[in-house]
């Protein structure tokens, strides 16, 4: 039977700290996390593995080295309200949810969105509203958000979820390379009303399905 929580700690210790994930508080999180339980039953054995977890249809638990220094990119603090897009079984939303006031996860899976919504009830965290829709579209309607986590790699980032990061907000995902390259993890900031971005470091992430940029027309 697995030691997930000696697992856990190993995760920290040869994952996180040596890869530059060093906020405390962050660390802290997820090594009281139980990340087995965002993961169907067959699964949970490689919950703590240095990769991305398979989880059917297209998506992916992110590996926890890369998602943990996405988040720690992010600061997020206490008065924050959060955007999780692509939530998938709710592990990303979960993390942020001990570090800011409030977390909005939306997920276009029913499946993945209902598995999330039971084990974040079951580990009673009140400040995590899970929407299941259209992921890429974000959730305007509650924004605009200080911190926005788009929980995979992407080729674009949608304009729909740009609009929603408050001033001076902060977002982070994985741009997707090209055939056979790598993708780029990537902080992007609200000042003045403009969004800029800026590369953060190499990363595999596989790509969201539903994300892809619009068509062009060629003549």
Known sequence: MTDFALARRNMVVGQ???NRVNNAQLLAVVGELPRELFLPDGLKSVAYSDEDVP?????FLMEPMVLA?????????????ALVVAS?????AALLASLVQSV????????MAGSADQTIKALGLRNVTLVTAQAEAGMAASGPYDVILIEGSVRQIPPAILDQLAEGG???TVLAGGPGA???A??????????????LFDAGTPVLPGFAPPARFTF
Request: hydrophobic share 35%.
């Open 88 to 92: 998938g079984r709710g592990y990303g």
């Open 55 to 59: 989880l059917g249809n297209g998506r």
């Open 182 to 184: 790598m993708g780029v």
């Open 170 to 172: 902060r977002l982070v």
């Open 186 to 199: 990537q902080l992007v900031v609200k000042e003045g009303g403009v969004t800029s971005g800026r590369a």
């Open 104 to 111: 909005v996860a939306v997920e276009s899976d029913a499946g």
């Open 69 to 81: 220094r996405l988040i720690q990119t992010l600061q997020a603090g206490p008065g924050d309200k």
């Open 16 to 18: 996180l700290r040596p």
